[in-house]
């Protein structure tokens, strides 16, 4: 891509809209040092000095797609309790609408706690309900779905699943319906639950685990012809136009039906992966979003992946430092 390409995409940004339809939730972090091992277990103390929280999920990757500078649309379901109001809190704090946010009295708001010393990651601590939606969650989500894709010009939906039951198998087939009909780009950060519930998507994102998992086959990251078999056999399972897999420290490869596209990681000071794959599915959307190929996507893509790894914690990517890397790299 040459300097002038790059920086009209990056610009084209801040004119696209992106609904985002997943599992959010609260990423709760407790910072503190430890200074001693507990009495009672051989585990570490940590003293708190602050708390924190973020929104986590595909709420990060609303975070992902601001920082992009285009408009991030939330789809999902949160309880009605005291965590969902600290979530509508601090979307509103993060400069989103929650017009998208169903309150729901038989589910509880996702937090992941994250208790963090010294820049170690000690332990996580998940407070959830995995279980589908109920069919009035459902019925009231697509609802307000269809109500958004009717007032609003959206240029790509994003699915984003933690397998926490917001994707039901209707949800993800009548999002996909409306966005065929709308001509709309629709792209997939998947788990294992529906891994195979969104034929005809434009752009499949596993990483290398989730596709193993969800083709029951098992090899070594190393084996490419292997690697590659899987991939061929993914695609034409869900028909997609492109699938694009993350293999974490070895790059990305890309496969659109023809040639597969290698991308090799670049080399990082990696401190925590955690919302890397938030990040690559935010840059790979948004830049099928704005014309560029699926080649180009993976390769915005699996820099700005990288580049978030560097900081500890769940942080959107930082555009103009994705720019600034993509001027030098791509």
Known sequence: ?????????????????????????????YWGKVDRISPEAPVPVVQVQRKENRLGGAANVALNVKSLGAKAIMCSVVGDGSKGDVFRKTCKESGFSTEGIIDSTERMTTVKT?????????????????????????????????????KQKIDVIIFEDYNKGVLTEKV???????AKQMNIITAVDPKKDHFFSYKGC??????????????RVEFDKTDVD??????????QRLE???????????????????DFYREPAHEREIN???????????????????????????????LAGGLVCEKVG????????????ALQNI
């Open 240 to 258: 997609c136009n492109t699938t694009l897999v993350t293999l974490s420290e070895l790059g990305v490869v890309s496969y659109t039906g023809e």
């Open 114 to 150: 994250r208790v963090i010393s010294q820049g170690h990651h000690i332990v996580r601590i998940d407070d959830e309900i995995t279980k589908p939606l109920s069919s009035t969650d459902e019925r009231n989500l697509l609802d307000c779905i269809q109500q958004i894709l009717q």
């Open 314 to 325: 769940v942080v959107p990517i930082d555009k103009q430092r994705l720019l600034e890397e």
């Open 202 to 215: 434009t752009l499949f994102k596993p990483n290398l685990k989730e596709l193993k998992e969800g083709l």
């Open 1 to 29: 891509m040459t300097p002038t390409l790059l920086q009209e995409v990056f610009q084209s940004f801040n004119d696209r809209t992106v609904l985002i339809v997943g599992d959010v939730m609260i990423d709760a972090y």
């Open 272 to 302: 925590d992966v955690s919302g890397a794959g938030d990040t690559v599915i935010s840059v790979a959307a948004l830049a099928l979003a704005s014309g560029l190929s699926s080649m180009q996507a993976a390769q915005l893509a699996n």
């Open 172 to 178: 993800i087939q009548t999002v996909l319906q409306w």
């Open 226 to 235: 292997a690697l590659e078999s899987a991939i061929v056999q993914l695609r």
